[in-house]
């Protein structure tokens, strides 16, 4: 077989292989020079655009998560019963997928819980994660899946959320490490960003600095909101290219 034979059967193999993964969006708000840090996001409109796609889940990491409540919860409330129980009544809010492997989020979870745009919260561990953790999840009845030895096996992860949940669109509004984790493995399909009025600097915590590909991009759509703001939406032209994963 030639090398262009080969890298043709490879493409082929992971196209057919992506068919029962989910559609990956990106979707995150950043300065003008890239920072995910370091601004105050404008969270109406973030979470106006992440509505607007009717996502079946969001993927989100432990760090995210943490930083989250850190900055927008005033402390951690005590559990109460209902804490314990599975939420039955948003049969139409997206689940929240969390990364932890280490436990990160072991009382906080019932944070997530309680918001009203999250159905259920599911957690992907791995073969290392700490047995109190997974007792901590067992005694509150949250969906949880042990996939890959030391961290979560992302594309395995994706591909019980596609069979299990029915999830065909999740949207990440994760960090980089999450996200770069993503575009490196070729299963984002799409990014969104929210530009905001700023400039965050030398402090900056840069989207983009981890991937380790040349993505090709293709802008489907531009909008400009409230005077100040730009909303950027590409789609990714080569997610799966073999020249890449090889
Ligand atoms: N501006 C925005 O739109 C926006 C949005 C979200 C977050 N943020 C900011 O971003 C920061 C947090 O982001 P971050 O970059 O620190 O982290 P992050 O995106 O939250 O990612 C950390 C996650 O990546 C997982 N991970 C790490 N290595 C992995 C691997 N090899 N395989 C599979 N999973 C792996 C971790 O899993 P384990 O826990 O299992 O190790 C963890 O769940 C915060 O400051 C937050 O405010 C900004």
New binding site residues.
């Given amino acids: 077989m030639s090398i262009m034979e080969y890298v043709t059967h490879v493409r082929v193999l992971m196209m057919m292989d992506n068919k029962m993964l989910p559609k990956i969006i990106i979707h995150?708000?950043?300065s003008i020079d890239g920072s995910?840090?370091r601004f105050e996001?404008h969270m109406g409109l973030?979470y106006q655009i992440a509505g607007n796609y009717k996502p079946d889940a969001h993927l989100?990491?432990?760090?995210?998560i943490k930083?989250?409540i850190e900055?927008y919860e005033d402390g951690i409330p005590p559990e109460e019963k209902k804490d314990f129980e599975k939420q039955k009544r948003r049969k139409n809010q997206p689940y929240w997928i969390i990364?932890?492997?280490?436990g990160?989020l072991k009382g906080l979870l019932h944070m997530c819980r309680r918001f009203e745009f999250c159905k259920d919260v599911i957690v992907f561990v791995s073969e290392k994660t700490p047995k109190t953790y997974l007792n901590y999840l067992n005694e509150r009845n949250y969906d949880y899946h042990i996939v890959g030895k030391k961290?979560?096996n992302?594309k395995k992860g994706l591909e019980i959320l596609y069979k299990k949940y029915q999830a065909k669109t999740i949207l990440t509004?994760?960090?980089?490490?999450?996200?770069n984790?993503l575009i490196n493995k070729g299963l984002v399909s799409e990014i969104s960003l929210l530009i905001h009025p700023v400039i965050v600097g030398n402090k900056s915590?840069n989207i983009f600095s981890d991937v380790n590909k040349n993505l090709k991009l293709k802008l489907i759509k531009k909008e400009i909101l409230e005077n100040n703001f730009i909303w950027l939406v590409y789609t990714v032209e080569n997610k799966n290219s073999a020249w890449d994963e090889i």
Avoid at 60 to 64: A, E, K
Avoid at 173 to 179: A, F, K, Q, V
């Fill in positions: 995150n708000s950043i995910l840090t996001p973030h989100i990491g432990s760090n995210t930083k989250g900055l990364i932890d492997t280490h990160k961290q979560v992302l509004d994760t960090g980089r490490i999450l996200g984790i915590y």
